[in-house]
Structures are given as C-alpha cells and as structure tokens.
C-alpha cells in the first residue's frame, strides 16, 4: 500500500499540520503572555516575553477550586457507576443468548443516535420533579445514562474479540462461572476496561449543555461552566481565559493520548473485513 | 468438551442471567431517556407554561403545538438554515478528512506521526476550550486574524465578524468542522490501512491504475466506514447548541437560530416547553429519517 512519499502529499501535510495546530499554539503562546502583549494591535506570533500572570489570575479566580472539585467529584462517580453497569450488561450482550437480545441492542444504538439537544426538556421537567436540579447527583445520573450505551457497545467489542474457548477450557478444568470471570475474563478485558473508563471521564469532563442547564448556582459549577463565566457584560479577560482553557484541556489531552488508537478502532470494529 | 461448550453458548432456557445482567443498564436507560422521549411526545401535545409547571400537569391541545410550528414562517427560514449549516459542516469535515486520511499514506513516515499528534491534540480539546480559542482568535479586539487581514494590506480594524451572519456562521461551522475533523480522518486513515494488502497487488499485477484500484477496491471496502462517519457527523451537526450559543455571548439573535437554539429558546426563555417539545421531536424524525441507514448498518454488526 506504501509507495514512497510524495511531494504533494508531504506539503499538503505540512499545511494541515499548521492549520490544524495553529489553534492550539494560539491558546498555549497566549496564556503565557503578559497582557500588554495580548492587549496589541500587532500581536507576535512567538511571545516576546513570558509570564504566568495569568496562570495565577486564573487560578485564583472566584470559584476554581470549588470546579475543580465538582467536576472531579462528577466524573468520579459517573465513571465508577457507568463501568460497573456497562460491564454486566457487556457479557450478557457479548457472551450470552437471550429472548430480547436483538431489541436490547437496537434501543442502545437507537439512544446513541438521540440528539441530547432534544431531550434537555423532558430531562429538564423529570430532574425537576425529583428535585435534583442544581445537583450534582442529577448531572452524574444523566452522564452515567449517556455514556453507558457507548460504554456498553465498546465493552462488547472488546469482549467478542476474547476467545470463548478460554473460558470453556476454565470450566473444563474445575473453574465456576464467577472463577472463570475473575481469573479468565477480566484480566483480559483490563485495557478495553482502562481504555472505555477514560472515554467516560473525558465526556464527563468536557460536557457543558446538561450541567449548563441543570446546575443554577455557581457553586455547583463544574469546569466548562466556569470556563463559560469568563465572559460578561464587560467582555472577555482573554489572558487568564487562555490559561484557564490550557489547564482544563491538560488532562483530557493525557489520557486520551494514551486511549485514543483503541477507541477510534472500537467505533468502527468490525465494519471493515478482508 | 462439546458439552459444556454447548451449555456455554446455547443454554437459553430459564437462565435468569442475561436478565439479571442488562438489567441495572435498562434501569438507568430507562429512566433517563426512555421515560423523557415519552415525557416529550405527551408534551408535544400539550400546552405547558409557567402555570402548568406549577400544577404539575400539561393541557391537552391536540396538535396545536406542530400546526403553530408548521404555520410559523419562522420555522421554516430555521429549518432551511440547519439543514444548511449542517450540510456544509458535514461535506467540509467529511470531505477534508477523507482527503488528509488518503494524503497520510503517501507521507513521510515524521510527518505523518505529526500530523497524527496534531490530529490527537486537536481531538482531545474540550468543547468549551476549543470554542473560546476561537473566539479569542476571532474576536472584536485584539484579534490574531484580523491583525493577518490587516497585515495583508486591507483596513479592517475592529472588525466585528458576526454582524455578518454570513461569516458568522463560518467562523461557528469552522470550529465545528475543526473539531470534527481529527476523529473523522484517523476513522478513515485507520480503515485505510485495514486494506488487504493482498488485493492492491493483484490489481497492480493486473494493470488497475491507481482511480480503479480506488473505485473499485478500496471504495467499497471503506464505504461501511464512510456511512457511519457520516451519519455520526449529521448526528452531531445538526444538533450544534453550544457553539452558537457562547460564540454570541448566550444572546443569539433571531438571525443565528438553528432548529435546536429555536427549542430552546421556546422553552427555556419563553416557557413555551409543549412548544419546545413539538420542535425537538420534529428535530428528532428529521435526524432518524436522514441516518436510518447507519442503525441498519450497526444493527448488521450487533447481529454478528
């Protein structure tokens, strides 16, 4: 399939590689530059000079810790709940046969396809009604019910793609069912484990719309919120909003570094064939 | 042997696990989506404001809701605009995508991995983020590219870009587009290199130029691929809330609605939610209609 490169394609690539990344440079160059910098009619593309004062402005604005810790307590609980949820129901979708087997997948996949836009009402109503507006507990339960069908889907691909012979052989040799899920299963299923967890905390860290919504007062805020609270009547503090916005994608870009070639395979798997 | 693998895998009689097993997930399901689809179906034939929050209960006004939409001129200019903000998006992001995905088998192997952390990087910026680079990039004051515009030789300070509806909506579609990109090329590039090796030689040995060996090898083998990303695409353009509605500071004007602002206003800012609801739903059948084929597709896939 390799031919040697080509010219074209070499500077085709140089091109993406700049229009692509430029927005990044832009919001990493910026949060490092003293304001008179940012405040310029003339702004340079390499800083001039370097400071942290936004780093510092941001950091000690009004309610960062308590969004920190919202958003740290929200992903937490929507993580360990959806994963524990998801992995039942993958080995029963994966590994076992049952009347209802066919709708029970047709409706994950339906809801993947809900537009979230569309329901904010009837959520908005329901939460109301159980008094959960303006708590996190509302935001991390209708995280956990949006990430699960995704959650379920890969898990399931993870899963058909261990061999059922394994556990046959565990069950030959004496093992129960629990044993040869313990000892068999779930050590084998530990990197799709590890890599799905991570797509769920990344959703549950980057959502603004439901928790825009649901969540009123500012100290239930969570990250993107306070991210929103940048700009008011008076306009935007541009410096510390570009610190802000760095710290906040920081640990979204390690951890999907490190997942994202098993998730962009899982939401295809299986659609190419040899 | 046989025996135990044949209890394994077709033991489907009164065995109470599968059940147990889906059933906390079809709980959760439930709850938070299956009751609010049916919650926004009632609603859609109700009249629900202020008062009827308060008692908790909707009036019953038949399809009053979908004729005031379907009558409302408004609606309709709405309607035509998502569709195509969403069919730009979708045709930019898919086509481009595509495009990088192809050019990255022909690069060298450096900057092939570049463009691959780029892409990552890119991939991984949380929406609110991404959208507020943007807007600083573009903004009233101060802006990177007017200072390029400028610097070009054209007079344009303090240039307000989303007086504009025009380039407004570029700017908004552009970062959409932006966003979208990454997750659509390595899609593509990943499917791309799952092309059998075997296949592109004997079609070279058979004398294919490279435009056949796209039509007729590679094309059909990624087309599964290229309808989900598509339909995905669709899925998430055409419900786009969040860009539009920070980019002009939470106060869209009527010029800026798209059919998922248009709910949203209608419920949340002026307690309409029946009327709300009948748009969403609407929203909703427009999207199941457009992406059928994708659940098909999926469906082929789960039945495996």
Redesign the interface.
Request: glycine share 6%.
């Given at each position: 399939?390799?031919?040697s490169?080509?010219l074209?394609?070499?500077i085709?690539?140089?091109i993406?590689?700049i229009l692509?990344?430029f927005?990044?440079y832009?919001?990493i160059t910026?949060s490092f530059k003293p304001k008179e910098d940012?405040?310029?009619?003339?702004?340079t593309l390499i800083p001039r000079s370097f400071s942290l004062s936004n780093y510092t402005q941001a950091v000690t604005k009004e309610g960062f810790m308590q969004a920190l810790l919202n958003s740290l307590i929200v992903v937490v609980f929507t993580v360990v709940i959806s994963i524990?949820?998801?992995l039942?129901?993958s080995?029963?979708?994966a590994?076992?046969?049952?009347?209802g087997?066919?709708i029970?997948?047709?409706?994950?996949?339906?809801?993947q396809?809900?537009?979230?836009?569309?329901?904010?009402?009837?959520?908005?109503?329901?939460l109301s009604?159980l008094q959960l507006t303006d708590k996190l507990g509302g935001v991390v339960?209708?995280y956990?019910?949006?990430v699960?069908?995704f959650v379920?889907w890969t898990l399931r691909g993870f899963l058909i793609n261990i061999p059922?012979e394994l556990?046959?052989a565990g069950?030959?040799d004496g093992c129960t069912r629990p044993q040869v899920y313990r000892k068999i299963l779930f050590p084998l299923m530990a990197p799709g484990l590890v890599a799905t967890s991570v797509f769920a905390f990344?959703q549950a860290?980057?959502e603004?719309?439901l928790a825009?919504?649901l969540l009123s007062s500012q100290d239930k805020a969570t990250?993107?919120i306070w991210?929103?609270g940048?700009?008011n009547r008076f306009g935007?503090d541009?410096g510390p909003?570009?610190a802000a916005?760095t710290l906040?994608?920081l640990p979204?870009?390690i951890?999907?570094?490190l997942i994202?070639?098993k998730i962009?395979?899982g939401?295809?798997a299986?659609?190419?064939?040899? | 042997?046989k025996k135990?693998?044949l209890a394994?895998?077709?033991r489907?009689k009164k065995?109470p696990?599968?059940?147990?097993?889906?059933s906390?997930?079809?709980f959760?399901?439930g709850?938070?989506?299956c009751?609010?689809?049916y919650?926004?179906i009632r609603?859609s034939f109700e009249k629900y404001g202020l008062s009827e929050?308060i008692a908790?209960k909707g009036t019953f006004v038949g399809l009053q809701n979908f004729a005031d939409t379907f009558t409302d001129p408004e609606f309709w200019k709405i309607l035509e605009r998502t569709i195509f903000f969403t069919g730009g998006m979708v045709l930019v992001s898919v086509v481009v995508g595509a495009w990088?995905a192809h050019?990255?088998?022909?690069?060298?192997?450096i900057?092939?991995n570049?463009?691959n952390?780029?892409?990552?990087?890119?991939?991984?910026?949380?929406?609110?983020?991404?959208i507020?680079?943007?807007?600083?990039?573009f903004?009233f004051?101060?802006s990177?590219v007017t200072?390029v515009i400028n610097s070009l030789g054209f007079e344009m300070?303090n240039h307000n870009y989303f007086v504009n509806t025009f380039s407004g909506f570029l700017i908004i579609g552009g970062c959409v587009a932006?966003g979208a990109?990454?997750?659509i090329t390595?899609?593509i590039y990943?499917?791309?290199?799952?092309?059998?090796?075997e296949l592109?030689e004997a079609a070279e040995i058979d004398g294919a130029n490279s435009r056949q060996v796209f039509r007729t090898i590679i094309f059909p083998?990624?087309l599964?691929?290229y309808i989900?990303i598509i339909s995905l695409s669709v899925?998430w353009d055409?419900?786009v809330?969040?860009h539009i509605w920070?980019f002009l500071?939470s106060r869209p004007s009527s010029e800026y609605y798209t059919i998922?602002i248009y709910?949203?206003q209608k419920?949340?800012g002026l307690s309409e939610?029946g009327m709300?609801?009948a748009i969403?739903?609407i929203?909703?059948l427009t999207?199941?209609t457009i992406?059928g084929y994708?659940?098909r597709?999926?469906?082929k896939?789960?039945?495996?």
């Amino acid at each position: 399939m390799r031919k040697s490169s080509s010219l074209f394609s070499n500077i085709s690539g140089v091109i993406a590689i700049i229009l692509m990344g430029f927005p990044v440079y832009w919001m990493i160059t910026t949060s490092f530059k003293p304001k008179e910098d940012i405040l310029s009619i003339n702004p340079t593309l390499i800083p001039r000079s370097f400071s942290l004062s936004n780093y510092t402005q941001a950091v000690t604005k009004e309610g960062f810790m308590q969004a920190l810790l919202n958003s740290l307590i929200v992903v937490v609980f929507t993580v360990v709940i959806s994963i524990f949820v998801a992995l039942f129901a993958s080995i029963a979708v994966a590994r076992m046969k049952f009347r209802g087997k066919q709708i029970y997948i047709a409706s994950i996949l339906i809801v993947q396809m809900l537009p979230l836009s569309a329901l904010l009402i009837p959520l908005y109503l329901l939460l109301s009604k159980l008094q959960l507006t303006d708590k996190l507990g509302g935001v991390v339960l209708t995280y956990i019910a949006f990430v699960l069908p995704f959650v379920i889907w890969t898990l399931r691909g993870f899963l058909i793609n261990i061999p059922v012979e394994l556990e046959e052989a565990g069950l030959v040799d004496g093992c129960t069912r629990p044993q040869v899920y313990r000892k068999i299963l779930f050590p084998l299923m530990a990197p799709g484990l590890v890599a799905t967890s991570v797509f769920a905390f990344i959703q549950a860290w980057n959502e603004f719309l439901l928790a825009y919504i649901l969540l009123s007062s500012q100290d239930k805020a969570t990250m993107p919120i306070w991210l929103a609270g940048f700009t008011n009547r008076f306009g935007t503090d541009w410096g510390p909003l570009m610190a802000a916005s760095t710290l906040t994608a920081l640990p979204v870009v390690i951890f999907f570094s490190l997942i994202q070639n098993k998730i962009a395979t899982g939401v295809t798997a299986g659609a190419v064939k040899g | 042997m046989k025996k135990i693998s044949l209890a394994l895998r077709t033991r489907r009689k009164k065995n109470p696990w599968p059940y147990l097993l889906v059933s906390p997930s079809l709980f959760a399901l439930g709850i938070i989506l299956c009751y609010p689809i049916y919650k926004l179906i009632r609603l859609s034939f109700e009249k629900y404001g202020l008062s009827e929050i308060i008692a908790g209960k909707g009036t019953f006004v038949g399809l009053q809701n979908f004729a005031d939409t379907f009558t409302d001129p408004e609606f309709w200019k709405i309607l035509e605009r998502t569709i195509f903000f969403t069919g730009g998006m979708v045709l930019v992001s898919v086509v481009v995508g595509a495009w990088l995905a192809h050019l990255m088998l022909n690069m060298s192997p450096i900057l092939r991995n570049i463009l691959n952390g780029v892409l990552i990087l890119v991939w991984a910026m949380p929406q609110l983020v991404s959208i507020s680079v943007w807007r600083w990039m573009f903004s009233f004051n101060f802006s990177i590219v007017t200072a390029v515009i400028n610097s070009l030789g054209f007079e344009m300070d303090n240039h307000n870009y989303f007086v504009n509806t025009f380039s407004g909506f570029l700017i908004i579609g552009g970062c959409v587009a932006w966003g979208a990109l990454p997750f659509i090329t390595i899609s593509i590039y990943a499917a791309l290199t799952q092309v059998p090796k075997e296949l592109l030689e004997a079609a070279e040995i058979d004398g294919a130029n490279s435009r056949q060996v796209f039509r007729t090898i590679i094309f059909p083998i990624l087309l599964p691929v290229y309808i989900i990303i598509i339909s995905l695409s669709v899925i998430w353009d055409f419900q786009v809330f969040s860009h539009i509605w920070i980019f002009l500071d939470s106060r869209p004007s009527s010029e800026y609605y798209t059919i998922a602002i248009y709910a949203f206003q209608k419920s949340f800012g002026l307690s309409e939610y029946g009327m709300g609801a009948a748009i969403s739903l609407i929203m909703i059948l427009t999207l199941i209609t457009i992406t059928g084929y994708y659940l098909r597709q999926m469906m082929k896939m789960g039945s495996e």
